[in-house]
């Protein structure tokens, strides 16, 4: 999930709307046993470390996305993770986006 | 009570006690000798009370015949054993100084340790709760194939299998040490679980055994709470879960032992002494830092006690069953959050989802699917269901799906 904004402050029930989505969203997937597991990221405190190791705090300002949080499904191909993303909540927000990805094995191979 | 319905309410109840504390005192591999002496002590109960009348304490009566009994097996293989071993010199005193004890602190101490043996995970899930219905429950066999809709032989064979898994595994009959309890406690709640499922949602018709087996499962847990080892939040939530369930035993079915859905029962039947006690259950379990799938199944149980259709109600049920299929998926779970999902965010979204879980073999997710549709699209309504008539095992679920298939008309 990546935020195009991380700054922005919702507001009490704004966060309550989002929160009902999301765990709709993410119950949806898991009736359908492909669930695995799930993780939200806090934006406060976040800290980017730069090259030569400067640390700003954010990744606010001259860099404009964040990632929101990940989850982890269980998928018989990129596509149908992809039909997956197309419902998450956090689309909603204009400039945000889903980015599907496959999980490396431990073995050398992908 | 009359005499002949004293012995079999005393069986009942006292086999399991002295089955523990007997395994207990001779070793579990031995466990097979235990029940031989249990129930040579009812057969002579069996001779004696007909015709000497019952004694006026027959407990204490079945008890010391049982300690007799104990004591002479012991002497017996004691003689035995110094024959082949006769280094052995101490043994016999030793049987003199510890007496069978079954007071009633050693009773459920034992009890508690046999629940421990049973659930061991080598077992099969299926034979820990036969053993357990037959050691811990005092059911005859028969009983117990009646409540697996199955046959004498097939049970003893199971029962035989289990406690020959239990000399090749050298289970001992002990409390687990605080390092592994917790994993271990965990397979315990798991057969009381089924324990219960099995009577709550048996396939069996017999009304009286279903129920005895909520009851057994109940007591169980109960004496699981009883001990502080084993007094714990996931332990709680579990039992609170079954009183919340028990509450609508005698709703749930009429006078023919025809099922009753949800829907249609007298609420005025559920028994509002059980729900309380599940509540004060589920309370005591809100301590900890661990929500286990029965906090969860127990705070959805607590909603079925409302009957009121209240959004609130529907959206706190489908959070419950969000969490519920992130930490185990079930088909049940998958169907149920579905026609929460409906009731909480409507029809048409409760469609699309149900339409993905693609549980085609399951006649639940037709009666879901007609369910949903009805009064959307009669005739997809009516499609699903006669697709759930053509693969319904039981008669009870065939009946409930033709009635719905009725209302459609």
Known sequence: MRHEDGSKIASPEQMQVWMKQTMDWIGGIAAQNKF??????????????????????????????????????????????????????????????????????????? | MKQQELIPHLFRSEYSKIVAVLSRRIGFEQIETAEDIAGDTFLAAMHSWPVNGAPPNPVAWLYNVAKNKAKNY??????????????????????????????????????????????????????????????????GIQEIAEAFLSNKETINKRLFRAKEKI???????????????????????????????????????????????CFEAIRLCLMLIENKNTDKPAVNALLALMYFQASRLDARTDKNGEMILYDDQDAT?????????????????????????????????????????????????LQLYNRLLQIEYSHIAALNRTYALSKANGKAEAIIEAEKLKLTNNHFYYVLLGELYTDVDNEQAKSNLKKALSIAKTETDKQTIRKKIERLK
């Open chain 2, 269 to 317: 039947l559920w028994n509002i002494d059980l729900v309380g006690k599940g509540g004060y259950f589920l309370n005591r379990a809100a301590s900890g830092d661990k929500l286990s799938k029965y906090h969860l199944e127990a705070t959805i149980a607590y909603w079925s006690t409302q009957k009121a259709d209240t959004p609130e109600k529907w959206e706190a049920v």
């Open chain 2, 74 to 139: 012991l002497q017996r293989n004691h003689i035995y054993e110094n024959k082949i071993t006769p280094e052995l010199q101490n043994t016999f005193d030793a049987i003199h100084e510890s007496e069978i004890d079954l007071s009633p602190k050693n009773i459920s101490d034992s009890q508690l340790q046999m629940m421990f043996a049973i659930c061991n995970p080598v077992i099969p899930a299926e034979s820990q709760i036969g053993l357990a219905l037959r050691i811990l429950c005092g059911f």
């Open chain 1, 36 to 110: 695995v597991s799930g993780t939200g990221l806090m934006f406060a405190d976040a800290k980017v470390v730069s090259h030569n190791k400067v640390v700003t705090d954010g990744p606010f300002g001259e860099i404009k996305e964040t990632i929101g949080g990940f989850i982890v499904v269980k998928a018989e191909s990129a596509e149908e993770a992809a039909e997956f993303a197309k419902n998450c909540p956090v689309l909603g927000g204009e400039g945000n986006t889903m980015e599907v990805r496959r999980i490396a094995k431990n073995d050398g191979t992908h």
């Open chain 2, 167 to 213: 000399r090749e595994e050298k289970i001992s009959i002990e409390i687990p040490g605080p390092a592994e309890i917790d994993e271990r406690l965990e397979n315990v709640l798991t057969t009381l679980y089924l324990l219960f499922s099995e009577g709550y949602y048996s396939v069996s018709q017999n009304q009286v055994i279903r129920k005895d087996l």
